[in-house]
């Protein structure tokens, strides 16, 4: 054995080789070069042109000629407050919050399988499960159900066959959710929410799951906790920061749609369709804003509360 | 004893219990996954009251044998009970036994305080009473004003201690402790050693001890069994598994033993049997130093010299048979590798055991 060194020759230096060098040295320029473009981008033109949205709401429209006034007033707020206005907000937050509800119910034990129980091939199949309704056009889709929902179509068949129909009917005669077909009731466009959002429940709720290691679920049984008690005090704790993540989209995804509810369910209108008509037919910018500044306001308060509650506390 | 007789005592309102003192019996038991055979057939008796060490390397079947105490395995065949309760399909939030992870598994998202509390609230005890004894436990494993502190801001030997507290505060029939010191480095882990046989004769409570260290188990165990493939091999006091050694296995796991094959046994003058030779009863001396009656010899050339504090660990070749000798330094000073050396030890060190597993 000897024990000579090998005497390989150092390589070339070239320019990538130096510039190497450079970025080793000076680890801020690396840093720096990473960050510039995206916080351009997230600084100046998404956040800059929110605050200029945003800055348009304490501006007013004049009654007579239709145009901007540019002098800082609160008038537009005050119109928010107007019955049909509250109507609206009203109606898109209770919405939210219902779509909010049902997904998390919905995704919360498809999540705790894919985490705890899923593997290998059948959690490559979860995930295409979950995705693929990602990969189709969004009007696609919503369109797929305003046939799926109509008065002659699929789940209607599909309710007579099994004998259904009643309970279709018991749900479309009720009051505030009802109507004449489930394509044109609130509750039809509940279900097309739930649908549209739920993979961004899922998946938020199963990362969430995946950090929990099974000792701490063995050692709660251990400590006397039976399965439901094991499930409040310390899987739904640990799951919350998912749950709250997946709710951001579910709720602010909700709030802000404007082509869903022109589809499926009744002609009242939805926030997100205010903001649409009236910055474009109605051109009332200032108005459009101070609503835009609702859905913004409704999370900031909402993440307050859940960080008020501890949803945070475990990270 | 009168420090055995609490376990018993919930128990005595069954007039069939054979009241002998044992904590967990198993009767051929066996689990299987798949085709590995975890635990195969074991059976086994922990009396009440012992410190008792499950020793083996990784994958023979120890952890599975707490798991399966705890409840979060269940057996493929056999029987186990603990206080001569079967435990057949009784759940693990059902079993008077609790455990220490070998990861701690402290709940993240509550204080130190309400981690240990944890089990006593489940039972539905209120909050006062339940914090006096969470604070008295916490005293017990000495962590004093840590109530508040989160698990992530403790060091590794601070959170064993809350596991510690948080399984002992149920007052268990039987602690079950799986690897508990494994991460914890050289001089907390002796320390703890100390504080836990303590603990455990203070307490009177049955401590079964999951450990693939075997200076671990021998130092604080009342009895150890050394696993194997899903099978003890041997059962007995410390002094039994160490110095009379029943097999190969247990002679070269447990303190590393040279074992000679009964042909090399006879060779060196010993029975025609296998044979466990413990390292620190060989005697190393240069080669032409007189040798001494009584003793046997084999001679042969130093191969190495291992440096172990106030001890030397001497490697030689005697003819092809590797023998390893722990010497006392003061006795191999000068001696270097490739030197001529003379080995020797008293007959009744060679201890004969059964070629088994």
């Given amino acids: ?170 749900i479309l005669s009720a009051p505030l959710i009802g109507g004449p077909s489930l394509s044109v009731s609130y509750f039809g466009q509940f279900l097309v929410f739930i649908y549209l959002w739920l993979p961004f429940m899922i998946l938020p709720i199963q990362a969430a799951l995946e950090r929990v290691p099974g000792s701490l679920i063995e050692a709660s049984a251990d400590l006397g906790a039976a399965p439901n008690q094991t499930f409040r005090t310390v899987i739904l704790p640990l799951a919350l920061p998912g749950v709250v993540a997946g709710s951001i989209f579910t709720f602010s995804l909700t709030l802000g749609d404007y082509i869903l509810p022109q589809i499926i369910g009744p002609s009242t209108l939805l926030l997100g369709q205010a903001v649409y008509m009236l910055q474009g037919t109605a051109g009332n910018i200032p108005l459009a804003a101070a609503f835009a500044v609702v859905p913004i306001s409704v999370m900031a308060l909402y993440l307050l509360i859940a960080k008020r509650m501890g949803a945070f506390d475990a990270f | 004893m009168s420090v055995h007789t609490r376990p018993q005592d919930t128990f005595a309102a069954h007039p069939l219990v054979s009241s002998n003192g044992t904590a967990v019996r198993f009767t051929h038991v066996a689990r299987h996954f798949g085709a590995v055979k975890a635990v195969d057939g074991l059976d086994l008796e922990i009396r009440a009251g012992e410190f008792f060490s499950m020793l083996g390397p990784s994958g023979s079947g120890k952890t599975t044998c707490l798991r399966l105490i705890a409840g979060f395995e269940q057996p493929d065949a056999g029987e186990i009970s603990i206080f001569d309760e079967p435990v057949a399909g009784i759940p693990p939030y059902r079993r008077a036994v609790n455990t220490v992870f070998q990861d701690y598994a402290l709940f993240p998202h509550l204080n130190i305080l309400d981690n240990v509390t944890y089990g006593l609230r489940i039972r539905g005890m209120g909050r006062a009473e339940r914090e006096k004894l969470g604070r008295e436990a916490l005293a017990l494993v000495k962590l004093i004003g840590f109530d508040t502190r989160r ?29 508990p010191l494994g991460a914890l480095d050289l001089k907390l882990r002796e320390e703890m050693q100390v504080e836990l046989k303590a603990l455990q004769r203070s307490l009177g409570l049955t401590f079964i001890f999951v450990t693939h260290d075997q200076g671990e188990a021998l130092s604080m165990s009342d009895r150890v069994a050394v696993f194997n493939a899903g099978h003890i091999v041997q059962v007995g006091t410390p002094e039994e598994v160490y110095e009379r050694p029943q097999t190969r296995f247990v002679a070269e796991f447990v303190g590393g033993s040279n074992v000679l094959e009964p042909a090399v046994s006879a060779r060196f003058g010993g029975p025609e049997r296998l044979i466990s030779l413990r390292p620190e009863a060989i005697a190393v001396r240069s080669s032409g130093v007189a040798s001494e009656i009584g003793r046997l010899h084999a001679s042969g050339t130093c191969i190495e010299v291992q440096y172990q504090g106030a001890m030397r660990r001497v490697i030689a070749d005697c003819a092809g048979v590797r023998l390893c000798a722990l010497v006392n330094a003061a006795e191999v000073r000068d001696l270097n590798p490739g030197e001529r050396i003379s080995l020797s030890w008293l007959p009744a060190a060679m201890h004969a055991m059964e070629d088994g597993r």
């Fill in chain 2, 151 to 179: 698990p992530p801001q403790l060091s590794g030997g601070q959170r064993q201690r809350v596991a510690l507290a948080r399984a002992l505060v149920n007052r268990p029939k039987v602690l079950l402790l799986d690897e």
């Fill in chain 1, 1 to 170: 054995m000897t024990s000579a060194v090998l005497d390989l020759p150092l390589p070339r230096e070239s320019l990538s080789r130096r510039l190497s060098d450079a970025l080793f040295k000076y680890r801020g320029l690396l840093l720096t070069l990473l960050l510039v473009p995206p916080l351009l981008w997230l600084g100046i033109v998404y956040v800059g042109s929110l605050i200029a949205l945003l800055l348009q709401s304490f501006f007013s429209i004049d009654e007579f000629s239709g145009t901007i006034v540019r002098e800082f007033t609160l008038k537009t707020y005050a119109e928010l407050l107007h019955p049909a206005n509250l109507d609206v907000i009203l109606r898109t937050v209770v919405m939210a919050a219902a779509v909010t509800a049902a997904s998390a119910i919905l995704a919360f034990p498809i999540a705790y399988y894919a985490a705890r129980y899923a593997r290998g091939q059948m959690k490559a199949a979860f995930y295409l499960a979950i995705m693929m309704p990602l990969w189709s056009s969004y009007l696609v889709k919503v369109y797929a159900w305003k046939l799926l929902l109509a008065k002659e179509g699929a789940v209607a068949w599909a309710a007579d066959q099994i004998g259904a129909t009643p309970a279709i009917d018991s």
